[in-house]
């Protein structure tokens, strides 16, 4: 099992990047935009940013972004480099 430093402490931690304490105390947030059907849940913790799906919130589906990572694509998003094909309704 391989050693982490905890980004939302910095303490040293097993398994996972983020200790039990943290794990149990992040706020993940998602859009105000989101339905019923499942969205994209993001923790921006203290050096990196965490994002989930709310349908699946176990460990092995979350994904670790650092700041800089997250920033280009934000910027991309609101770039509308990301936007959907239009959609038959
Ligand atoms: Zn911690």
């Known amino acids: 099992m391989s050693i982490y430093t905890c980004f939302g402490c910095g303490r040293e931690t097993k398994g996972h990047v983020m200790c039990d304490d943290c794990i149990k105390a992040a ?3 998602k859009s105000s935009y989101c339905g019923n059907s499942g969205c994209v849940e993001v923790l921006i913790g203290p050096f990196e940013v965490t994002v989930r799906n709310t ?5 092995g589906a979350w994904q670790v972004y ?3 990572e997250w920033a280009a694509f934000i910027a991309g998003a609101k770039n509308g480099e990301f936007d959907l094909p239009e959609r038959a309704t």
């Open 66 to 68: 650092t700041y800089d």
């Open 55 to 59: 349908k699946d919130k176990t460990w």
């Open 27 to 29: 706020k993940f947030r």
